[in-house]
């Protein structure tokens, strides 16, 4: 009878249970081209610029990889590395960097990442999204601050917004 009772719930078991679907052997994905990249950048630094600053401009693709570092002639030598970890730490992170940094203060759960190897919480890093997908990210460094910074960098992503949508 104990027998029967197990068959029983075995069956009733893989009744209610779904098939198991297989994963796919090969993704796709959609990223920045590295003419985008490059229009995203050229458009951010000519944003900094119009506002007085000279900055430093990354972009990277959906997964880091740098795309992109424009530097203008007078921002620091510290721009390029601060802004490629920007985009680097947004796009690993699958957020803007003013939002990580709220997140990370001080005493706060998340305030480790702050000592992760590469990451740069400091305002000016944004995710570049389209259709719902992340497909890269840009950082800017040198303006007079993480907002201003993050300013450029929307306006450096608003200036290609029409050629993300698919």
């Not at 009744?15 to 995203?40: C, H, I, M, R, T």
């Not at 992340?134 to 992503?157: H, N, R, Y």
Request: aromatic share 6%.
């Amino acid at each position: 009878m104990s027998f029967r009772r197990l068959s029983v719930a075995t069956i009733l078991l893989f009744a209610f249970v779904g098939p198991v679907q297989a994963e796919e052997a090969l993704v796709s994905y959609k990223s920045l081209n590295p003419e985008l990249a490059l229009d995203l950048a050229r458009a951010a630094l000519d944003s900094c610029r119009s506002r007085g600053y000279q900055v430093a401009v990354a972009v990277v693709d959906r997964f880091g990889i740098t795309q992109v570092v424009l530097r203008d002639r007078f921002a620091g030598a510290h721009t390029p590395s601060t802004a490629s970890g920007k985009a680097w730490t947004a796009a690993s992170f699958k957020t803007s960097t003013t939002e990580l940094n709220a997140m990370s203060q001080p005493g706060m759960m998340q305030s480790g990442i702050r000592n992760l190897p590469g990451a740069v919480i400091i305002g000016g890093g944004l995710v570049v999204e389209a259709g719902g997908s992340l497909v890269g990210a840009v950082g800017v460094s040198g303006a007079a601050g993480g907002d201003a910074d993050e300013a450029c960098a929307k306006a450096g992503i608003e200036a290609i917004r029409d050629k993300l949508e698919f």
